[in-house]
C-alpha cells in the first residue's frame, strides 16, 4: 500500500504557472503509475494527466496537453504536475493517485491509492 500526499497548490492569475508535487510513502514507488485528476465545485472528478512506471509515457486530457507536463523521480518518491499559462477552469481540487496495476488509464476506477487533494484557483 502506497500513502500519497499532494503539495503545492495555490491561488494565482490567469498565465500564471504552478508546480504540483506528490509524495509517495510505504511501497515501492516505481511499481506504480502514477495519475493527476482534478475537481470543482460540483463537478465530478475527470483525469488531468498520467505516467508510466518508468516515465516514458505519458497522457494528458486535450484540455492542458501543452500547457501541463507530468513527471516523475523515482528515486525521490516523487510525481509532478507543472501548470503553465493557467485558465480560471483549471480551478479546482488536484489529486495525485497511484495504480498498481500499471495502466496508467484515464478513469478514476483504475487507480487505487489517492492522496488528499490540493486546491488550485485561478482568477482572471
Known amino acids: 500500500q502506497v500513502q500519497l500526499v499532494e503539495s503545492g497548490g495555490g491561488s494565482v492569475q490567469a498565465g500564471d504557472s504552478l508546480r504540483l508535487s506528490c509524495a509517495a510513502s510505504?511501497?515501492?514507488?516505481?511499481?506504480?503509475?502514477m495519475g493527476w485528476f482534478r475537481q470543482a465545485p460540483g463537478k465530478a472528478r475527470e483525469f488531468v494527466a498520467a505516467?508510466?512506471?518508468?516515465?516514458?509515457?505519458?497522457y494528458y486530457r486535450y484540455s492542458v496537453r501543452g500547457r501541463f507536463t507530468i513527471s516523475r523521480d523515482n528515486a525521490k518518491n516523487t510525481v509532478y504536475l507543472q501548470m503553465d499559462s493557467l485558465k480560471p477552469e483549471d480551478t479546482a481540487v488536484y489529486y495525485c493517485a497511484a495504480d498498481p496495476r500499471r495502466l496508467g488509464g484515464s478513469a478514476v476506477g483504475d487507480y487505487d491509492y489517492w492522496g488528499q487533494g490540493t486546491q488550485v484557483t485561478v482568477s482572471s
Open positions: 505516467i508510466s512506471w518508468s516515465g516514458d509515457r505519458t
Open positions: 510505504g511501497s515501492t514507488f516505481s511499481r506504480y503509475s
